[in-house]
Structure formats: structure tokens, C-alpha cells
């Protein structure tokens, strides 16, 4: 037998020696390796751009339909809801947008407030169908939750929507998750109702995180289940243009380096919402 021989036929002997005297321990290892990888992949990564034709289409309120849209502060409508908002009006549905803090959190109330009704005036929305609850910014999960829930109550009373689009129960901000939790919570005494919700702040979403009005906003994986279904609102290229400007018009809030590079993510091709009754 040549020496290259006897040596391959040694390698060979010594790693079958090494993998059956510490097999569970490669076995664990391999496995460890494994699940950090996915858990990695999950908890950063989002769906491929390709995955959006897999997205079914939400349902978009006709003519004479009512539409709330409920948001947290000042700029949410555009980032998540304002292709929904247009093509909403242009159906002649009626849109109603509850807002639901003072926005008072940086002592600058005032700025928000004429930013937001920049945005309102932007997106044609009637003044009189805009609610504003004025409740502390950034601790609405410290207030009575009877409170919240008694505000949108008596709105849902008396608008009596078709649809009403609210923050996701994910969303990691917590006045957008107080506020999700409780109109959830509240929406399940109106099945007629047809609800969604969106996702505005997920750690790793969007992804990339910039300004690219060509591609698409897709789901993070880690919060794809098989117990809600993320669905897609398509945007027209003026439907996107004027979102953009929309977010672009929120100059107090691009003034933080962490806000100047989430806000233009939203500036894209599709809107995405979660539905779970579908």
C-alpha cells in the first residue's frame, strides 16, 4: 500500500475513533450550531422581496364604507396607513384617524401637532373626522386601561365602522402595544367589524433600513404563524409619491439619527397589515 493510502486509510481510522467516542458531543454541537443559525435568521431577517406575490391583498373599503384608522402619534398615518388612506377617499369611503397621544414627549407638542395636520391636509382627510385624545405620550401603558378603552368605545359607538386599522399587539413600542393590546381586546365584541393592524417598530424591520421607494416592505420572519395572515396593500406610483412626501414632511422627527433612517423605510412599494380573522 503507497504512503498517501496509509495515511487516508489513518485519517479515516482516527476520525471514525473520534466521532464514536465523542458522537453525543459532535451530535450537540451540531444541533446547537443548527438552532443559533435559525434563531439568528428568524429574529433578523425578513421575507424575501420575491415573497410579497405570496401576500394576499387586503380588503379596501367602497363607496359610503367607514374607516378608522387609530395611531399613537403623529406620523403613524403616513407610515403605515397613507396608501390605504388614499385609496380609501378616492373610493368615497368615509376615513375617520384617531389620535390617540398628546405628542408631547420632546416638550414639542405644538410642531407635532402642525405636522400632523400638514400630513391630514396632505391626504385630503375631512378636519372633522379626526378625534385627538391627548393622553400622555409614551405612557399609555401606565394609564387605567379603562380610560383608553372607554375613548374608543364611545368613538366606535358613534362612527359604527366597516373597518378599523390599529397598531399591531407586537409593535415594540409601548404605547403602540398598550394600544394594540386594548383595542384587540375591544374589537372582539364587534365581529362585524373587519379589522388589521400594522407594524411600525420591530427590531430588524424593516429591512434594510433606508430609503427605497423601488422595493418592497415584507414580514419578519420571526413573526410569520400560522394563527394571523400578513396581507399587502399595493401602492400606486402616485399613491407612493405622496406618502413619501407625506413622511418627509415630518421634520421633527428625521431631526434623530435612529428616526432619519427608520421613517424613510416605510417609503415604499406595498403597506403591510396582519389580519387575524382571515
Not at 467516542?21 to 431577517?45: M, P, V
Request: charged share 20%; net charge positive.
Amino acid at each position: 500500500m503507497s504512503t498517501n493510502n496509509q495515511l487516508k486509510t489513518k485519517i479515516k481510522r482516527n476520525l471514525k475513533e473520534l466521532f464514536s467516542k465523542h458522537k453525543k458531543l459532535i451530535i450537540l454541537f451540531i444541533g446547537l450550531s443548527g438552532f443559533l443559525i435559525f434563531s439568528f435568521l428568524q429574529h433578523t431577517q425578513v421575507l424575501p422581496q420575491k415573497a410579497i406575490s405570496i401576500l394576499s391583498d387586503i380588503k379596501v373599503p367602497m363607496k359610503n364604507e367607514k374607516i378608522i384608522f387609530i395611531i399613537p402619534h403623529a406620523d403613524d398615518e403616513a407610515l403605515a396607513c397613507s396608501g390605504l388612506i388614499q385609496r380609501s377617499i378616492k373610493n368615497n369611503a368615509n376615513v375617520y384617524i384617531v389620535l390617540v397621544t398628546d405628542n408631547n414627549n420632546k416638550n414639542i407638542k405644538n410642531k407635532r401637532y402642525l405636522e400632523f395636520f400638514n400630513s391630514i391636509n396632505l391626504h385630503k382627510i375631512d378636519t372633522k373626522n379626526v378625534f385627538m385624545l391627548n393622553r400622555p405620550d409614551k405612557k399609555i401603558s401606565q394609564i387605567d386601561q379603562t380610560i383608553l378603552i372607554n375613548d374608543l368605545s364611545s368613538i366606535l359607538f358613534s362612527i359604527n365602522p366597516d373597518f378599523v386599522i390599529y397598531p399591531s399587539v407586537f409593535d415594540t413600542h409601548t404605547d403602540h402595544r398598550a394600544i394594540g393590546q386594548t383595542t384587540l381586546e375591544l374589537l372582539k365584541h364587534y365581529p362585524k367589524i373587519r379589522s388589521y393592524s400594522y407594524l411600525i417598530h420591530y427590531k430588524y424591520f424593516p429591512r434594510p433600513m433606508k430609503y427605497l421607494k423601488n422595493q418592497f416592505i415584507t414580514p419578519p420572519l420571526s413573526l410569520l404563524s400560522f394563527n394571523w395572515e400578513w396581507q399587502k396593500f399595493m401602492l400606486t406610483s402616485k399613491e407612493r409619491d405622496l406618502k413619501c412626501e407625506a413622511i418627509f414632511s415630518y421634520k421633527s422627527q428625521l431631526s434623530y439619527s435612529i428616526l432619519k433612517k427608520l421613517l424613510p423605510s416605510f417609503c415604499r412599494l406595498n403597506e403591510l397589515y396582519i389580519n387575524y380573522d382571515f
